[in-house]
């Protein structure tokens, strides 16, 4: 069956450090790939996606490109700020004859520090 | 103008009670969902309504019962609560007609504590 893993956390970092999260998936299908972001106290978010292959996700400086020859929808931002302290989500929804199927990760958190 | 909203924020109860969660959507999907998110954060899907229609029941106790009145709203009833109850419960909603990629909309969840 389909499934999303993604790098364990917590990740810490310096305010300003380049940020990558690691995500890889197994699909039968052609999934469209997601990174979503939970903030202390709240539900998760959209952050960006991809719906095919070679697609680039882009928001808030985070990009995410979407590899079907590594299956992989790794997650970067160039400068991490202390307002991304968060945990991501990648996940992966596929059509398939009952509907659509969403897949989460375990999720990844990170830490900025001032 | 809140997109999807649940009711109640938190709900502490004793072990033994039924309760209930409340979730309404303004956002014209069709399609409603349930999560379990433990205290590791982990989110595990529970119950999918497609059109007030369950379309996925992931192995829950049936303790856990969902309603759908209508399209935009979905309801969530637990009797006979349990201490492994404890957990953030997050109502989600999203188009899935044709053309649609599945992107999920969240509530603020629901904190369930049972003592």
New interface residues.
């Given amino acids: 069956g389909d499934s999303v893993t993604q790098m364990e956390g917590p990740v810490t970092l310096s305010e300003e450090a380049f940020l990558t999260i690691n995500c890889t998936y197994t699909a039968t299908g052609y999934p469209s790939l997601f990174w979503y972001v939970q903030y202390p106290g709240e539900g998760l978010q959209l952050l960006l996606k991809a719906t095919k292959a070679d697609d680039k996700g882009s928001n808030k400086g985070f990009e995410a490109t979407y590899r079907k020859e590594t299956t992989s929808f790794h997650l970067e931002k160039g400068s991490v700020q202390v307002s991304d302290s968060a945990v991501y989500f990648c996940a992966l929804s596929d059509r398939g004859t009952g509907g659509f199927k969403t897949i989460f990760g375990a999720g990844t958190r990170l830490f900025v520090k001032a | 103008d809140t997109a ?1 909203s649940q009711t109640p924020k938190y709900l502490v109860t004793q072990m033994g009670n039924d309760k209930s969660i409340k979730c309404e959507q303004n956002l014209g999907h069709d ?1 409603m969902y349930w999560y379990k998110q433990d205290s ?4 595990k ?1 529970m119950f999918s309504y ?1 059109n007030k229609e369950l ?2 029941n992931e192995t829950v106790p049936n303790r856990f019962s969902p309603k759908s009145p209508d399209k935009a709203h979905l309801n969530l009833h637990i009797n006979s609560l349990e201490l492994g109850d404890s957990a953030v419960y ?1 109502c ?1 909603s ?1 188009h ?1 007609g044709t053309g649609s ?9 629901t904190r369930l504590t049972v003592l």
């Fill in positions: 999807v399609t590791k954060k982990f989110l899907i497609n379309i996925i997050f989600a999203s899935t990629t599945d992107t999920q909309y969240f509530g603020p969840g």
